[in-house]
């Protein structure tokens, strides 16, 4: 178990422990969540031995072996590959066999009762080599890093020729398959895309050590922690029960600890006033020192510490525009002329459709937005912008596109000088900025404030065709969720890289996956592109007698299959997925009015007591019936486009 007990820790002024005490059990899968900044690095660098308490305890247990991965990774020099690297995760794994080696050259010289003890010394050590896995940590290792997105060709490259993400990536492996008694994960999906998280989310089910995460990802909180520890104001929470359950107790307990809190101020109001009104009475000097003593013996109930919310995000309605938003016919795009990104790609995004690009990292996503985008040409093929339509881009390096000296009015301002200053006030109070905040200089905000101001500097000329890499990057829980809420009610088109599940799972209609075989697009959410995949996978399976290898270099030069088709067939292909979306639109229509007439049936029987119910209940079967018919037309539809 981890003990945390009356424990302080401040930097400069500001307290960011004050008196915390606290446990987490062993075998224990804790969440640690609050604002940005509030302390729950701290928390880990107090268990990890980076940062020392000014007061209190932590203790741990004799001999834990941790697993620590930092949210930064630390430079240092590497000369190892990156197979190499990420095996040597157990230091005891290099020691034991020297050791054993040392043993084994010295039995010839032993006595018989030394070379006895020898002997049984050597099996122990070859026992825990064996318990630490030493024998299959390569396969391990090889396994981490296919399921982290690394290509076999790359596992011999130097670690040092990578990019920091793909260090961390390689470092979070090397952590993971060290099997540590504790591990400690610091936003570890910082790096990752979608196709890694889900690998993680199914590896981290499987520890059996206590493990502690300080997240953003909703998904990974939600599906693998038990207990919830919430760092805020100073204080730490423990709350017994997951993601979900804290959401809930965290309104219940703020809530009894604010009644609380008022009935306290109004029993001081009280007993303050009669000292002020009696205090020069002697005859009331007895029952006034009784006031004061009665003062100064109550326990003060402080204001619960909020967490810090994200100001909502309100989009502008978009501009109209034709139902066709953007076509891409054939594309295709290499810098070389040699490799492809991709190639002979087809396919298009409609007025109002919700699209994220999923697949890993390397694969092409950023490639292809911004192309959509029309920041980078295609090598080959076609990219058809629809009548009328207005983008707005916004890039993964958004926050370095915005001068740090200037105010965020100027950022706004500069986008479209014609704007009156109403204008550019009222649109930057919409997004959170208000009296002399709009004075700020961009170098002074948050991460949640950049991406409003981002955001705001896109809308000060509305587009109808949003573009958005990884927007959730710089947000914590509640800014996510706010960006989300704003997304989902946002009327124009949307297509987005992310790299959070429930982001995706909760914003995205439609999917464009990008993997080795190409870029398909799915008709259908993040869950629907899953059960596909899934399908996919098993079909290819069956059809080689057993799993394929490992995902091919990302250098190979053979080019995907076209999803898309040339000339008349590209017409009648056209001609088809229109007349599809009809269907789909026409059974959408019908399922909803069937979803209505069934919420007013219920709402009926609920309310009026001289109801019908035997009618009602007999509509409310044909209903079922008529929705689960639909729902399989909608499949075959959906199919079928």
Not at 109 to 128: F, T
Not at 320 to 336: A, F, M, Q
Not at 546 to 556: H, I, K, L, N, P
Request: aromatic letters at 8%; a neutral charge.
């Amino acid at each position: 178990m981890i003990d945390f007990i009356q424990v302080s820790k401040q930097f400069g002024t500001q307290d960011v422990l004050k008196t915390v005490t606290f446990r987490i059990n062993a075998g224990e899968r804790a969440g640690i969540v609050g604002p940005n900044g509030a302390g729950k690095s701290t928390v880990f660098g107090l268990i990890g031995g980076d940062v020392e308490a000014d007061k209190g305890d932590v203790v741990l247990p004799k001999h834990t072996r941790i697993g620590y991965l930092h949210q930064q990774l630390n430079p240092h020099a590497v000369s190892q590959n990156l197979l190499e690297y990420t095996e040597d995760s157990i230091p005891e794994l290099k020691t034991i066999p020297v050791k054993i080696h040392e043993l084994e050259a010295n039995l010839a010289v032993m006595d018989p009762a030394e070379k006895e003890r020898a002997l049984r010394q050597i099996g122990e050590l070859q026992h825990q080599f064996e318990h630490l896995g030493g024998y299959e940590m390569k396969s391990r290792a090889e396994a981490a890093l296919c399921g982290l997105g690394f290509h076999t060709a790359e596992f011999e490259k130097p670690f040092a020729s990578f990019s920091g993400g793909w260090q961390m990536r390689a470092e979070l492996a090397r952590t993971l398959i060290a099997n540590p008694d504790l591990l400690m994960l610091d936003e570890p999906s910082n790096y990752l895309d979608l196709p890694a998280v889900e690998w993680l989310q199914k590896f981290l089910r499987g520890y059996e050590g206590t493990m502690l995460l300080i997240s953003h990802d909703r998904y990974l909180l939600r599906s693998l922690t038990t207990v919830t520890l919430e760092i805020a104001g100073g204080n730490a929470t423990r709350y017994q029960g997951g993601y979900d359950y804290y959401l809930k107790e965290r309104v219940a307990r703020q809530e009894h600890q604010l009644a609380a809190k008022r009935n306290q101020d109004r029993e001081r109001e009280q007993i303050e006033s009669f000292v002020r009104r009696f205090r020069a009475k002697a005859t009331k000097a007895t029952q006034v020192q009784s006031r004061i003593k009665q003062l100064e013996k109550m326990e003060v109930i402080e204001a619960p510490a909020t967490v810090i919310n994200l100001s909502k995000i309100r989009l502008a309605d978009p501009p109209h525009s034709g139902h066709e938003i953007i076509r891409v016919e054939n594309g295709g795009l290499t810098y070389d002329k040699q490799r492809w990104i991709f190639k002979n790609l087809s396919f298009n995004i409609n007025r109002g459709e919700k699209v994220a690009l999923v697949g890993y990292n390397g694969m092409g996503k950023t490639t292809l937005l911004r192309t959509l985008a029309g920041a980078l040409p295609l090598s080959e093929g076609k990219r058809v912008l629809g009548h009328k339509v207005v983008i707005g881009y916004q890039s993964q390096d958004f926050a370095e596109t915005m001068p740090p000296e200037k105010s965020v009015y100027h950022i706004v301002k500069e986008q479209n000088p014609a704007a009156s200053e109403a204008d550019v006030r009222s649109l930057l109070g919409g997004f959170g900025f208000s009296g002399d905040s709009i004075d700020k200089k961009c170098d002074v905000l948050s991460g949640g404030e950049k991406i409003r101001l981002a955001f705001a500097r896109l809308f000060i000329n509305p587009p109808n065709f949003l573009l958005l890499d990884e927007p959730t990057t710089h947000l914590d829980v509640n800014g996510r969720e706010a960006l989300e809420d704003a997304l989902k009610k946002y009327k124009g088109a949307l297509c987005v890289v992310s790299h959070d599940v429930t982001f995706v799972r909760n914003i995205a209609e439609q999917i464009i996956g990008i993997d080795d075989s190409g870029v398909t697009k799915f008709p259908g959410g993040y869950d629907y592109y899953l059960e596909k995949l899934e399908t996919r996978n098993l079909k290819s399976e069956n059809s080689s007698g057993g799993r394929g290898s490992v995902r091919a270099d990302r250098g190979q030069e053979s080019a995907p299959p076209a999803i898309g088709a040339k000339g008349k067939d590209a017409r009648k292909a056209r001609a088809a997925q229109r007349d599809a979306e009809k269907i789909l639109t026409k059974i959408e229509n019908k399922i909803e009015k069937l979803t209505a007439e069934q919420t007013a049936l219920t709402d009926e029987m609920v309310t009026n007591s001289n109801a019908d119910f035997a009618a009602i209940n007999t509509r409310l079967s044909e209903i079922q019936t008529e929705i689960s018919a639909l729902e399989a037309e909608w499949e075959a539809a959906a199919e079928s486009l």
